[in-house]
């Protein structure tokens, strides 16, 4: 409701009368005509605006308010002549050097093959404010109208990716709201309308990629709404706005190194959801979010100190010296307690112990372990509410932000049967994604968690190898059971790693998914890894992803490489399947490299290690081939001297000999040729399994007809 009285057109603002303006309370009355309510304070605003003698700040006022209007009903081009328009009348030609400043900017027409470079802040300056600008400004009024002017426009040139512009107006809406509102209360229109400013500002800086100043802008946001809330009682709809962005906040001072800072934006986000009564769906959201930053938080130093081991077990040593060491170690410590922001006002209490949040503590398994069961706790809480079933990404990205964590706490441990449980932990959270998600929606997660799958069974591979060397090295005795779980370790990695190379491939759906459901099918994973040996859909290859690509070609080389003999299949036929690896990897990845314009430089190693590969192995393949058909061959040898020596006797004694001897005598001999003829024939063993049957046969083929001979012998 407004009320117009023509003598008081040009009265000033205040509490004594003057202008009531409409207000706009967001009220849909009918769902089919949402902007109704704006449609009729804009009609209003109208009349205001253009009545007989109203005052010149009294229509640039409603100017500005009418282009609020405006973007709120979907009307830009309108908004931003209205809002020009308030500008201009305490601004004049202000907005044409601020365009000048800004340059060309990404919504502004290029030539073909000419794209602009992603904005920044570099090079921006704020323009000289005109003459007569500074009176026009002596009312407080007239410094709120345009505050909040400058604001709806920055708000419209964002929309517009107009990015620079809309950083310059709210410069100069800093500048000139930030001297009234320092001696003004938060709570007035003038400190909330500076409030909102600083968070326009927050945003403006995050488009330009300055996170830094960005956070800055954030933390004075959040203190100002914190400030406010002693005299405005926040509702929890606001509390848990504040809060949302309270953890944003802490992830920026993550990702800066203030881990201390961090903890403490999360307390204070915590805090402020419980003080103001948020409840429901909204407050276990909000708390598996805060979970997910608290397990990313303690996640920080162990990675740091996983890190730092790593480097250590590669002899590459911390730094350049124990000077650059020390000073590392007294920054994590700094990080671990010093603030850069405080919400004193929250009496939030004493923040986690120092040694969790200090990189340079942990130093053995106890330390790691500690952190590790911190991060892990609150990762499991969040997955609690972040479930697969409608949750999907977030439910991923949780369980793998566990795996890491299991990585990390796995380098400190020395035992190697936990080593190998942890790892398998990994293996048991991520290999169900690779059948429950589908691979066209989430080809993404599925590249991501088949690669890590396939690193973690290469590790328990390595693992599970080292502890047979060292019982073979002690004198003991491998079974044959030790050696099918390696080599089912193994032909799991090499499914998961050709799962991953098959997804950039023609087909949406890659048959390789079946093997992580049914276990390790070690002849069809062969045979699966054979058929990765195709040229990619390099449309489908990033130029980013072609090192993890070739890569996982590599991995899948190796495993098959380091197969061992057993039951389930032979040395050789692993070792084909590796050769042709190499080969491929000889043939297809240069090509690749220089389609993609990836430097060679960056897989010459990897490459000379294929050629090497692809010039050995022949001769191991078929060295080895021959030994196992000497070795296969040596029971036949026997078998076939026992049954000429059955021969002669029959011979001898034929006359005595009875005809179903003589049958069973035939009957062998044809089962000893057949399976010499299945062994022998084109030039390689027969499968393990089946020569296994074809001795049994000629063995059960052989003992009656020597049973019989003993007989008639004696």
Not at 169 to 198: N, P
Request: glycine fraction near 8%.
């Amino acid at each position: 409701v407004h009320s117009v009285d023509p003598g008081s057109a040009g009265a000033p603002f205040g509490e004594d009368g003057g202008w009531e303006w409409p207000e706009d309370n967001d009220m849909v009355e009918d769902e089919s005509k949402p902007y109704e309510n704006k449609y009729r304070v804009r009609r209003l605003l109208q009349e205001i605006r253009d009545g007989d003698g109203v005052d010149l700040d009294v229509r640039a006022e409603a100017d500005q308010r009418l282009g609020h209007l405006s973007f709120a009903v979907e009307e830009p081009h309108v908004a931003e002549e209205q809002l020009s328009s308030a500008i201009e009348h305490f601004l004049p030609g202000w907005l044409e050097r601020v365009y000048e400043v800004a340059g060309p900017e990404l919504d502004t027409p290029q030539e073909p093959g000419e794209p602009l470079p992603p904005p920044t802040a570099k090079g921006i300056s704020l323009p000289d404010m005109p003459d007569g600008a500074e009176a026009r400004l002596g009312k407080p009024r007239n410094v709120l109208v345009l505050t909040r002017a400058l604001g709806s426009m920055s708000v419209l040139c964002s929309s517009r990716t107009q990015l620079r512009r809309a950083l310059i107006v709210l410069m100069l809406a800093e500048r000139i709201g930030g001297r009234e509102a320092e001696s003004d209360i938060v709570t007035s229109e003038l400190g909330v309308a500076h409030t909102h400013t600083l968070f326009f500002l927050a945003q403006a800086y995050g488009n330009l990629g300055e996170v830094a100043s960005s956070a800055r802008y954030c933390q004075m946001t959040l203190k100002r709404q914190l400030a406010s809330a002693a005299d405005v009682e926040p509702t929890p709809t606001t509390a848990l706005e504040w809060a949302t962005n309270c953890l944003g906040l802490a992830a920026y001072y993550l990702g800066s190194g203030s881990l201390a800072t961090c903890a403490r934006c999360l307390q204070a986000a915590g805090a402020i959801v419980e003080a103001h009564g948020v409840t429901g769906e909204e407050r276990q959201r909000f708390e598996a979010d805060a979970n997910v930053r608290w397990g990313h938080l303690f996640a920080a130093p162990l990675r740091e100190a996983f890190l730092r081991r790593e480097r250590l077990n590669a002899g590459h040593g911390g730094g350049d010296g124990d000077g650059d060491d020390e000073d590392r170690a007294g920054a994590s410590r700094r990080a671990a307690t010093e603030l850069a922001v405080d919400f004193e006002t929250l009496r939030l209490g004493e923040l986690p112990a120092p040694e969790l949040l200090d990189p340079a503590a942990v130093q053995g398994f106890p330390e790691a372990r500690a952190v590790f069961i911190k991060g892990n706790s609150a990762l499991e809480r969040a997955a609690e509410y972040y479930v697969l079933d409608g949750f999907v990404t977030d439910h991923v990205s949780i369980r793998r932000d566990q795996s890491q964590l299991y990585r990390y706490l796995g380098l400190f441990e020395q035992d190697l049967k936990r080593k190998l449980a942890m790892q398998q932990r990994r293996v048991d959270m991520l290999r169900p994604f690779l059948w429950q998600l589908s691979h066209s929606a989430y080809e993404g997660f599925q590249k991501q968690v088949s690669f890590e799958v396939g690193e973690v069974m290469l590790e328990m591979f390595d693992i599970k190898l080292q502890r047979m060397e060292a019982k073979m090295a002690g004198g003991e005795r491998v079974k044959k059971g030790e050696l099918v779980k390696l080599n089912a370790l193994a032909a799991m990695g090499a499914a998961a790693f050709s799962h991953f190379t098959n997804l950039y491939g023609a087909t949406d759906a890659p048959e390789t998914s079946k093997f992580f459901v049914r276990g390790p099918d070690v002849p069809s994973i062969l045979h699966a890894a054979e058929r990765t040996c195709n040229a990619p859909d390099e449309s489908r290859l990033p130029a980013d992803e072609v090192g993890p690509f070739l890569r996982a070609h590599m991995h899948i080389a190796r495993l098959l490489f380091k197969f061992c003999g057993d039951a389930s299949c032979t040395q050789v036929q692993a070792l084909v399947a590796a050769l042709r690896q190499y080969q491929w990897m000889v043939a297809q990845a240069e090509g690749i490299l220089s389609r993609k314009e990836v430097p060679r430089e960056e897989f010459s190693e990897e490459m000379d290690i294929c050629r090497q590969m692809e010039d050995l192995l022949p001769s191991r393949i078929d060295k080895m081939g021959w030994s196992r058909r000497a070795e296969a061959a040596a029971p036949r040898v026997a078998l076939l001297q026992e049954m000429q020596e059955s021969q002669r006797l029959v011979e001898a004694q034929r006359r005595g000999a009875s005809l179903q001897a003589a049958g069973v005598l035939a009957c062998a001999q044809a089962r000893a040729a057949a399976a010499e003829e299945a062994c022998l024939a084109d030039g390689g063993p027969v499968h393990p399994f089946e020569e296994a049957v074809a001795l049994g046969l000629v063995t059960r083929g052989i003992q009656p007809l020597l049973r019989v001979l003993d007989k008639q012998r004696s």
